[in-house]
């Protein structure tokens, strides 16, 4: 029997197509202008510092020079803060522990107050005797080999950024007055000493950084993880490392933080870590207790005790890096200003004003909220599978290698550091993966196929070419560039 109803008719067949292109049309439109909105608001900020340094700058040449070394000093901070940041929110953002909004805002906070409270009070102005002071013996050349540096720094941290290659801020700066040096006084005025412990740093700083957190994670496997009573286990260990995070990064902050607010000795900063981390351990025992209370005794129950302790670690890093590398930004700029003010060459250092201050600390948050999400997606991602557990292993391993580093005197790099962990982690996993095999084909005797290995690694191998590429390559670049911009600067300064 048939339908007698009329069949319906869609009259809105040709409004539904043109609204479903228009939909796709506004979509592709915002996808094009969000890089395009950062890029204006970026452009923005660099032109309010270079304002803010003109009042300061008196006139003539002075204003000039002044304003032009704040505009590249802002934009210095624009790619720290793009750059350097994902090292402390990557893992965090990679393990769910954080959305990349949160992390974002966590981390432009903690960075500002960091740069702001805690900031570095004076600056080298021969970047830590790198290059010899004869060589920039006038106030001339001394201006041009900071600008030079300056800029040269910026231009390598953005092409970084842009390649998607986290580098060390620092060594980007030491890069820049290496080769500004060499143009000014030639090879022999670089303490070539020095550009050889950073070259060691290269190798020692990832190297330790991913021992620690292979460490760590291979602890909490074999304690926690893989015993029948996992709930028990994480009571007794979970309390335990997470005082040890409060203690180590007590001293961290206390001995790389907090310089400008404290004075005080590596043992008395060593001891103020014990206490904090016996406090944070008594204090971890009942809260760790009566939360996992209700969890069921399962491995994906022992993540979530190790998420807030995680965005604590993201948090502080974030505050101690602010504190420390917003020197790298306005160093060079407050050296400027210094010398060309009348103010002569200081052979030691120099202060750092608090509009100098400012232009770094809110660089590097606006650098971090404008194009950071790009690096802090691939260090928490893209290298290797991070979860809540792991991510913990790499901020307690950055803390602890940058306290054992300095005990012993080794340049080393919270960049290199924080990644090295990642790279620590993903190869531990990937050689437990492999004796497991191996242990599964040999009750089975069914050996897998060089194929089926190599699917399985679980860090991404290029990746690993391509930042280790860029870490060697990062002090000759932006010492090539320095060279190019000072020679350059020659001829108007």
């Known amino acids: 029997m048939t339908d007698p109803r009329p069949p319906q008719i869609n009259r ?37 510092c270079a304002l803010i340094a003109a009042a300061f700058a008196g006139e003539g040449q002075t204003m000039l020079i002044i304003t032009a070394a704040a ?10 803060g793009a750059n350097d940041v994902a090292n402390n929110m990557g893992p965090a953002v990679g393990s769910k522990a954080l959305t990349m909004g949160g992390a974002l805002i966590i ?33 001339s050349v001394f201006v041009r080999a900071m600008l030079a540096a300056l800029i040269a720094s910026s231009l390598w941290l953005n092409i970084a950024t842009w390649a998607g290659a986290p580098v060390s801020t620092t060594h980007s700066i030491v890069g820049g007055v290496v080769g500004a040096g060499i143009v000014a006084g030639g090879f022999a005025a670089v303490n070539w000493g020095m550009i050889g412990q950073i070259a060691a740093s290269w190798v ?21 993880n893989d015993v029948p009573d996992k709930l028990a286990a994480a009571r007794i260990w979970v309390p335990a490392l997470v005082g040890l995070m409060a203690g180590t990064f007590t001293t961290y902050l206390a001995t790389k933080g907090l310089k400008k607010l404290i004075d005080i000795s590596g043992l008395t900063a060593a001891g103020l870590g014990l206490a904090v981390g016996l406090l944070v351990w008594a204090w971890m025992r ?19 005790l190790f998420g807030l302790p995680l965005v604590a670690a993201a948090a502080l890093m974030s505050f101690a890096h602010g504190a ?18 009348g103010n002569g060459m200081a052979a030691g250092s120099v202060g750092l004003p608090l509009w100098i201050l400012a232009i770094g600390a809110f660089g590097i948050s606006f650098g971090l909220m404008l194009f950071g999400p790009k690096l802090i997606r691939l260090v928490g991602d893209q290298i290797t599978k991070l979860n809540q557990i792991r991510a913990f292993c790499v901020a307690l391993s950055a803390a602890i290698t940058v306290i054992f580093a300095s005990a012993l005197g080794l340049p080393v790099s919270s960049t290199h550091i924080a990644v090295g962990g990642i790279f620590g982690v993903g190869f531990y996993r990937e050689w437990e993966a492999e004796r497991r095999a191996r242990r599964q084909n040999l009750h089975k005797g069914t050996p897998l196929s060089a194929e089926e290995r ?40």
């Open 12 to 48: 809105f067949k040709t409004l539904d197509k043109d609204l479903d292109r228009q939909s796709v049309f506004e979509h592709a439109a915002d996808a094009v202008s969000r890089p395009i909105v950062a890029l204006g608001i970026a452009a923005l900020f660099i032109g309010i």
């Open 71 to 80: 505009g590249f000093g802002a934009y210095m901070a624009l790619n720290i």
């Open 107 to 139: 981390a432009a906070v903690c960075e500002t107050a960091g740069a702001l409270i805690a900031g570095g009070d004076v600056v080298s102005t021969i970047a830590g005797g790198i290059v010899a002071p004869e060589a920039v013996a006038t106030e």
């Open 204 to 224: 020692i700083s990832p190297v330790l950084g991913g021992i620690f957190a292979a460490l760590f994670l291979a602890i909490i496997k074999a304690r926690v």
């Open 286 to 304: 009942p809260v760790i207790a009566r939360k996992s209370a209700t969890m069921e005794n399962r491995k994906r129950s022992l993540k979530q």
């Open 324 to 341: 420390n590398d917003v020197s790298n930004a306005v160093g060079p700029l407050a050296a400027i200003v210094h010398v060309v003010q």
């Open 454 to 493: 190599r699917r399985r690694k679980l860090v991404r191998r290029h990746h690993v070419v391509g930042i280790a590429a860029a870490w060697v390559i990062t002090v000759p670049a932006t010492a090539l560039i320095s060279a190019l911009v000072f020679w350059l600067l020659g001829t108007l300064i």
